[in-house]
């Protein structure tokens, strides 16, 4: 099926566009009181994210309601440590507990390296559900986490602060970490061709916690991994989004991906002088902005659109929407980008 509106894959490509395509992460989710309403029929977030029916509706909601360039298919980067065996919850307003956290060899080697079809089927389902209502209106991002990020929720069993259960492995037991996180990345790989099959256009890598890391660590336990997915998957375009990493943004740069995610601490211009003319940038505004009046929004947007330019840009914000954030605020960012003319 050809896309009516393909502005986020020729801009991810290098093509022409008539202006900046636009997307939020985390554009599905708590600030639209229509996926709230969703997000209570199913009873808990796990159960939205395992019924592909609902987790499809929440994924369209987005471009129904904020005009959005692109959807991104609804379900979280946690998804793969429970289909190799780790199961998770999500804490309401605290966020996901592993209750029985990677410590030792042995709760290493029992992780399975998961199968796309058969463990992660309802993810594949909702895909292909979303992507026969999209009906080529515009394109369908598939996502997972980065093996660092993946492990460090393995390791530590919830978020933190400091990771430093997770970090305290890659210093104490490095081998081990590397067997985890090949794992991860098998994994991985396995589930982003899953979703390509089921239709996926485009897939993104969050690296979530790169900036925990020192640029020695990131090099050894990170980029490594991001380089066999990079290598992996040469279907559709990737976008590796590391927040935090602003030291690996040239080392990211020389990655086979086709698009770099930039966080609101990254400046636009220095940015492109790091990663070179051949990358697509994404980013960058501070979601805190959105907190802002519509007018502010307005200029902050400009003056984002104008520092990045308008080639090889992707416009989005520096990091997820924040779940308070006023739907209508978005909706100013959203149409701001739209109509700047390139
Ligand atoms: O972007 C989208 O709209 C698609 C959906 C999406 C979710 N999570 C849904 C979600 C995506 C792309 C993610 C990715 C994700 N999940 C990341 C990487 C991006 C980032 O924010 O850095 C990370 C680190 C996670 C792990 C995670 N999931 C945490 C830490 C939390 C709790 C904190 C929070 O935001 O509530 C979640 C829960 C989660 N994932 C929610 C949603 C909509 C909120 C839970 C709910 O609705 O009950």
């Known amino acids: 099926m050809t896309l009516q509106n393909d502005l986020l894959l020729r801009a991810a490509r290098g093509e022409k566009t008539e202006r900046t395509p636009v997307w939020l992460m985390r554009q599905a989710g708590r600030i639209l009181a229509e996926y709230r309403a969703v997000r209570e029929k199913a009873g808990s977030f796990i159960g939205l994210a395992t019924t592909p029916e609902l987790a499809a509706e929440v994924t369209l909601q987005p471009v129904d309601i904020l005009g959005v ?14 289909a190799m065996g780790l199961p998770y919850e999500m804490i309401e307003k605290r966020g996901p507990l592993f209750p029985n956290p990677v410590q030792t060899e042995a709760d290493v080697h029992k992780l399975k390296i ?3 079809e058969t463990d992660l089927g309802y993810v594949l389902e909702a895909i292909r559900i979303t992507k026969r209502e999209l009906n080529g209106r515009v394109p ?7 093996p660092w990020t993946i492990f460090a929720y393995m390791i530590e069993g919830s978020g933190s602060k400091t990771f430093s ?22 994994s991985t790989i396995h589930y982003l061709h899953g979703q390509i099959r089921a239709g996926a256009d485009l897939v993104q890598v969050f690296d979530s916690w790169a900036g925990i890391l020192s640029p020695e660590q990131y090099r050894i336990f990170s980029l490594p991994y991001l380089r066999q997915i990079c290598d992996a998957i040469q279907e559709v375009p990737k976008t590796i989004f590391a927040k935090d990493a602003w030291f690996a943004r040239a080392e990211i740069a020389q990655l086979d991906c086709n698009t770099v995610g930039l966080d609101w601490t990254m400046d636009p211009v220095e940015s492109r002088k790091l990663v070179g003319p051949n ?17 502010t929004i307005e200029r902050e947007t400009k003056k984002m659109l104008e520092a990045f330019g308008p080639h090889r840009h992707i416009a989005n914000l520096g ?23 390139n």
């Open 69 to 82: 360039d692109a959807a991104i298919i609804f379900s979280d980067i946690l998804v793969i440590p429970e």
């Open 114 to 116: 998961a199968d796309a």
């Open 140 to 146: 369908l991002i598939g996502f997972a986490g980065a």
């Open 165 to 186: 259960k997770a970090k305290r492995m890659l210093y104490t037991n490095p081998e081990l970490s590397h067997t985890l996180l090949r794992k991860i990345t098998d």
């Open 279 to 295: 990358k697509t940038l994404q980013g960058n505004l501070d979601p805190c902005v959105l907190y802002a009046d519509f007018q």
């Open 319 to 341: 990091h997820g929407v924040y779940p308070d954030t006023d739907p209508d605020k978005v909706r100013c960012f959203v149409e701001t980008v739209k109509n700047h003319a």
